[in-house]
Structures are given as C-alpha cells and as structure tokens.
C-alpha cells in the first residue's frame, strides 16, 4: 500500500524566506501529484498537478518538483508571505486510488 | 461557477440517528469524491464516482455509509445508524482533468 509522509509536520519562518516543503512515497508507480493547500475551517485548493511524466510545475511562486525514481516531491515556496500561512497537503495517485499525506502547517511571521 | 457545494454545513445529532449529506459538483467535471478529515487520521477518501459510476469504495469504513451518484449533478453520503466516532469532516470533491476542487465541508457531530 502507498505511504504518502510530510516532514516537517510544522514549520514556523520569518516573512520572506524561501522555503521548501517535503513529500515523500514508498511506490514510486504514481499517475500523478497534487499540492494543495488548506486553511483552518476550509476545504483543499489545488495548488499545482505535476503528471507521472514531468519533473516540475510552477504557479507564480511556487515551483513543485517530482522525482518518482526517489519517491519524493518538494513545494518550493520563494519570499514567503503571511498569507502563505496554512497546511500544505501532497496526494499521490496511483492508478485508481489516491492517498494524502498528513500535512505540513506554516506559519510565516511578518 | 458556484464551485462545489454542500450541505448542510454543520450537522449535530444523536446516535442512532440517520445522517444523510449533500453535494453538488461543479457543472462538467465527470470525478467526484467524498473524503472524511479528523484530527487523528486526517484525510481519508472515502469513495469516488467517475460519471457517476462509483470506482472505488475500499475507503468507506462500514456498512452504516452508502453513497450514491443518482445523476451528473448530485451526490449523497448516507450514514444510518450514526455512531459517535463518525464525528468529523466530510469534504465532496469534484474534478475534471484531475485537479480536484473541494467543497466547503460538511461539520458532523454525533452526540
């Protein structure tokens, strides 16, 4: 069964930093993967889709980055803003199931 | 659009009780999905329907939850009889091209 881990579980920078957050998988066979996004009391917001194929995605500030040989993505996030603060969430699609990563909560300090 | 929605948007009840929640997937999109969040352990998928044909319902926990996809445009998750550890968040989600767009939740509490 895929296992999807996001370290750190929490991570507190000071407004902008550069900074990235980490997705790892043990089956390295995924579809594709997502970021998302999730602020308290809220529902998910897609962020960037990265497909089996590619090796990164960018969306204004943020860059995703997908090495399936390793089992890992990142979310790089350049000058960080408060309003960045939230749970950032990786899934992981493999074939016709999909698995979500426990979260990393951000908090960027003004 | 309106972007998926759902309701109702808090549910309090007691066990035993039937629960029965709504979604409304953006208009087009042929994927959705019902997930379940808690504290303990966080988001699950619970089931997914592609032109409202389920797919994959390994997620759902018992037999107390159904769901249904009666056409393109609603969807229903159904728990009877409620227990108190179905208390969480239920999140509908729909997807065309596979980026998924979540809905607002549903907040359920059974007493």
């Known amino acids: 069964k895929q296992e999807v881990t996001q370290i750190p579980a929490a991570l507190s920078v000071p407004e902008g930093e550069n900074l990235v957050l980490n997705c790892s998988f043990t089956?390295?066979?995924?579809?594709?993967l997502q970021w998302f996004r999730q602020d308290p009391g809220k529902g998910l917001t897609s962020l960037l889709l990265?497909?089996?194929?590619?090796r990164e995605q960018t969306s204004g500030r943020l860059n995703a980055s997908l090495d399936k040989s390793s089992g890992r993505s990142t979310l790089y996030i350049a000058a960080s803003q408060p309003g960045d603060s939230a749970t950032y969430l990786c899934?992981?699609?493999?074939?016709?199931?999909?698995?979500f990563g426990s979260g990393t909560k951000l908090n960027v300090k003004p | 659009d309106a972007g998926v929605i759902q309701s109702p948007r808090h549910e309090v009840t007691e066990m035993g009780q039937e629960v029965t929640l709504r979604c409304k997937p953006i208009?087009?999109?042929?994927?959705l999905f019902w997930y379940r969040q808690t504290m303990m352990r966080g988001l699950e998928l619970l089931i997914y329907?592609?032109?409202?044909?389920?797919?994959?319902d390994s997620g759902m926990p018992e037999d107390r939850f159904s769901a249904k996809m009666p056409n393109a445009s609603f969807s229903t998750l159904k728990i009877q009889p409620s227990e108190p550890r179905d208390s969480a968040v239920y999140f509908c989600?729909?997807?065309?091209?596979?980026?998924?767009?979540f809905g607002p939740g549903t907040r359920l509490l059974v007493l």
């Open positions: 989600a729909s997807s065309l091209m596979e980026t998924q767009y």
């Open positions: 899934a992981v699609r493999n074939f016709n199931k999909f698995y």
């Open positions: 329907f592609n032109n409202n044909v389920p797919i994959d």
């Open positions: 990265i497909q089996s194929s590619q």
């Open positions: 208009s087009g999109h042929d994927y």
């Open positions: 089956d390295s066979a995924i579809y594709n």
